[in-house]
């Protein structure tokens, strides 16, 4: 006869910690994402890991368990999307990941649910709002920063560049400056703003480095890894606290 309760009952109260959903690349193993899973964890938040190829109904069942999104850094998003050829140094692309974050994106930037874009998320966002990319900056964007700086040559928290903040931004009230040291490992970028977003950081170079959709709770991306700079003291977890709390986070 037990009288104590197994120790997994004790802890087993209602938790008020949201639910984020961030989306995987096809059969990519999950470690690629452990950097954003531990951001959004102590963020206060739940990850989970979504991998493409979703039946309609799946879709809208996980859509509906949502309280905000994660999209994560990765490959190119394919050109045809935003009516462009395949530029020749563009990368490998995953049309069912694709496929997958443009319509979680389009569903939370309706339904008005919180939106993190962060690096290839960024761009994701633009193309699904209509924009353009760069397909590759150092070919298309000739005088740019080095803006590729990759590992392992590069540690993940190696400064590569400054970002100059718009003051008064969702993203200046929450990193609290107007210029902040960032990480850049991207070769591609945002071209033309596609409708609703507002560019709200910009490198030396003039390329736009984060945006937000001003009248959205909280929609915002960034071409920046701040899942690998959460060690430096003008990063932290601000980002990502700011993000789990817009999810319903206390
Ligand atoms: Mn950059």
């Not at 890991?49 to 394919?78: F, H, I, K, N, Y």
């Not at 694709?98 to 939370?108: G, K, P, R, V, Y």
């Not at 977890?237 to 709390?245: D, E, G, K, M």
Request: charged share 20%.
């Amino acid at each position: 006869m037990h009288h104590h309760l197994p120790p997994w009952r004790k802890s087993a109260m209602p938790s008020p910690r949201p639910s984020i959903i961030i989306p995987t690349g096809s059969g990519q193993s999950t470690w690629y994402y452990q950097p954003y899973v531990d951001a959004v964890q102590k963020a206060g938040g739940i990850p989970r890991l979504t991998s493409p190829d979703l039946d309609e109904e799946a879709l809208e069942a996980l859509a509906s368990r949502m309280d905000g999104l994660l999209l994560a850094g990765g490959g190119d998003v394919d050109p045809c999307l935003y009516g462009q050829a395949p530029h020749p140094a563009l990368g490998r692309v995953d049309r069912a990941r694709d496929d997958l974050e443009l319509a979680l994106a389009c569903l939370a930037l309706r339904r008005g649910l919180p939106i993190l874009g962060i690096c290839r998320g960024i761009q994701v966002l633009n193309v699904a709002t209509g924009g353009t990319l760069y397909q590759d900056l150092p070919s298309e964007r000739p005088g740019s920063l080095q803006h590729g700086c990759f590992q392992p040559q590069f540690p993940a928290d190696h400064i590569a560049h400054e970002v100059t903040l718009e003051p008064g931004s969702l993203l200046a009230r929450t990193m609290g400056r107007e210029a902040l040291p960032v990480n850049s490992r991207h070769h591609q970028g945002v071209d033309r703003l596609g409708e609703g977003w507002r560019a709200v950081a910009h490198a030396p170079d003039g390329l736009v480095e984060a945006m937000e959709a001003p009248g959205h709770p909280f929609a915002l991306g960034v071409q920046w890894h701040p899942e690998s700079l959460i060690g430096l003291p003008e990063h932290g977890l601000r980002l990502f606290a700011a993000f789990v709390r817009a999810c319903g986070a206390p």
